[in-house]
């Protein structure tokens, strides 16, 4: 099984340090808008394997079929701090979603035989649940994503 077989683009993302300053400068920039706005507290998380308690914003823009995500970091640890500490702020990963979780599933059991490294995993309870794999050879993250449905945004920036 590929990891595309049954999922699709779902958004491409970009790390940064002030989620709002970057949805309006995308808004006003580029014409990207509007922004809905979530924090995100996952009910169970790891980074590279070690159990931590992290919580995260995360902006979305809707692009054709297709999204633009900004992430935020706000407590705990995270691949995202590591991110902006040893790069600054910038492209982050592609997101690959999934129409059920046994599909989701399949994906992570294709990257762990593939060998691929999990960088962060995070249930978020009856939500879904998202994880990051390295694609060393691309130099890449993917991100693999199942969701129920998204709460209502807490904001929006247009």
């Known amino acids: 099984m590929s990891i595309g077989e049954s999922g699709t683009l779902h958004h491409i993302a970009f790390v940064v340090e002030d989620l709002e300053k970057a949805a309006k400068k995308w808004a006003d920039s580029l014409g990207i808008k509007p922004w809905n706005l979530w ?3 996952p009910a169970e998380a790891t980074v590279y394997g070690k159990p931590v308690s992290m919580s ?3 902006a979305i823009a809707e692009v054709g079929g ?3 995500e900004l992430v935020s ?7 995202y701090t ?6 600054g702020e910038g492209f982050h990963h592609t997101c690959i979603a999934y129409p059920s979780h046994e599909e989701m599933l399949n994906a992570k059991k294709a990257m762990a035989d593939q060998g691929r490294k999990l960088i962060q ?3 978020l309870g009856e939500l879904g649940e998202f994880c990051y794999y390295e694609v060393s050879e691309m130099n890449a993250v993917v ?3 199942y969701l129920t449905e998204l709460p209502p ?6």
């Open 153 to 158: 945004p807490e904001k929006t920036v247009a």
């Open 121 to 123: 995993a995070c249930s």
């Open 39 to 41: 924090t995100i507290k």
């Open 73 to 79: 970091h706000q407590s705990g640890e995270s691949v």
């Open 143 to 145: 991100e693999l994503l």
């Open 56 to 58: 995260f914003r995360v």
């Open 66 to 68: 297709s999204s633009y």
């Open 82 to 87: 590591e991110f902006l500490k040893e790069k």
